[in-house]
């Protein structure tokens, strides 16, 4: 009994797009002067340019980072492009997880104003002990600076914590994975095409090289200049479709200043 061995979804993926441009360039009807790495060299590209020029190939999350004492740099995962901003659970104390941090102005506001809001407190009382967090952050240190350097992925924070355990709130923009990019509709067409039209790159600059076979009737004349022409009109076409955001990328917003 043969097993057939299960790719990984992403190599699956890949696997069936390929199978779609050899089809689609007229594979089992002719041979075709491509390799498997040709294909996979077309689509990093198509990746690449892909995350370049379009929005929608990256998305906003956030996540936890555990800060250890005396320590202001850490790594981030590669998949991270920009940090926005970082947040504390704290006023500013230099706890470690065991410790606790009281603030008894907060748990009456709590307990008197909204908990029995129906009684006692309103909106403008929430507003105003709203106010009084964001005042306090800002004079305590509940607010952290920070560099982030998007090429080495390392974030240095201009403080020097000195307590082991604290966890910080990063606001991040981040990679779409590839096998996200493969599954969204609006961007895998686009994916899809710009991997054809380099694929008939590659074909067009390897039959170029020789504008016609000899044969014994003549020869046969080649069609690599005809190739390359296809291949820039579809590049021309595919950035034209990001500028009209056919991948449901945002558009882009006003800028003041």
């Known amino acids: 009994m043969s097993v057939t061995p299960v790719l990984p979804p992403l190599q699956t993926q890949k696997e069936q797009l390929f199978n779609n441009i050899q089809l689609r360039l007229g594979g089992g009807i002719i041979d075709l002067e491509l390799d498997p790495k040709h294909f996979e060299a077309a689509y990093q590209y198509a990746i690449a340019t892909y995350r370049q020029r379009a929005q929608n190939a990256y998305e906003e999350s956030y996540s936890l980072l555990t800060v250890e004492s005396n320590q202001y740099t850490y790594i981030l995962p590669q998949e991270v492009t920009t940090v926005r901003e970082v947040f504390r659970r704290t006023v500013g104390l230099e706890t470690g997880p065991a410790a606790s941090s009281f603030d008894p102005f907060s748990s009456a506001i709590l307990n008197t104003y909204l908990l ?44 020097n914590f000195k307590g082991s355990g604290e966890q910080l709130l990063l606001w991040t923009y981040n990679l779409k994975p590839e096998i996200t990019l493969l599954k969204d509709p609006s961007i895998a067409n686009w994916i899809t095409s710009w991997t054809l039209c380099q694929c008939k790159m590659i074909i067009g600059e390897a039959r170029e090289k020789y504008g016609t076979i000899a044969g014994p009737t003549g020869g046969t004349t080649l069609n690599g200049t005809a190739m390359k022409a296809e291949a820039k009109e579809g590049f021309a076409e595919l950035i034209d479709e990001l500028k009209r955001y056919v991948d449901w990328s945002q558009p882009l917003t006003w800028v003041q200043g």
């Open 116 to 159: 029995n809001y129906n009684y006692a407190g309103g909106l403008a009382t929430y507003d105003f002990y709203a106010g009084y967090i964001e005042l306090a952050a800002r004079m305590f240190g509940g607010y952290v600076i920070f560099t982030f350097n998007p090429v080495t992925k390392e974030i240095s924070f201009v403080r």
